[in-house]
Nanobody, 116 residues
């Protein structure tokens, strides 16, 4: 199983960025997909979730600014991030899970830095 994040980088405050997570080795369409992030010195936190049926959920801190989506034909989940703030700076991780500890997979992370 592989989850490969991409699309991170440096963006100015107020800017936008879309990060992606391509999955292989799993039946992508039946997995719930989450985005987490971890800032330096802080715990990893859940940012956004999308179920296999497409229902979404967001952390209060990103609600209205971030959008999670999935393309089952491409085995890919996306996170569109708008109106970025310096506090959004973190390593963003993709997670695939089926509600079982043995069916829970992580990507390697992609760095997002919001700075002028």
């Amino acid at each position: 199983v592989q989850l490969v994040e991409s699309g991170g980088g440096l963006v100015q405050p107020g800017g936008s960025l879309r990060i992606s997570c391509a999955a292989s080795g799993i039946t992508f369409s039946i997995y719930a997909m989450d985005w987490y992030r971890q800032a330096p010195g802080k715990q990893r936190e859940l940012v956004a979730q999308i179920t296999s049926s497409g229902s979404t959920n967001y952390a209060d801190s990103v609600k209205g600014r971030f959008t999670i989506s999935r393309d089952n034909a491409k085995n890919t989940v996306y996170l569109q991030m708008n109106s970025l703030k310096s506090e959004d700076t973190a390593v963003y991780y993709c997670n695939a899970h089926l509600g079982s500890p043995s069916l829970n997979y992580w990507g390697q992370g992609t760095q997002v830095t919001v700075s002028s």
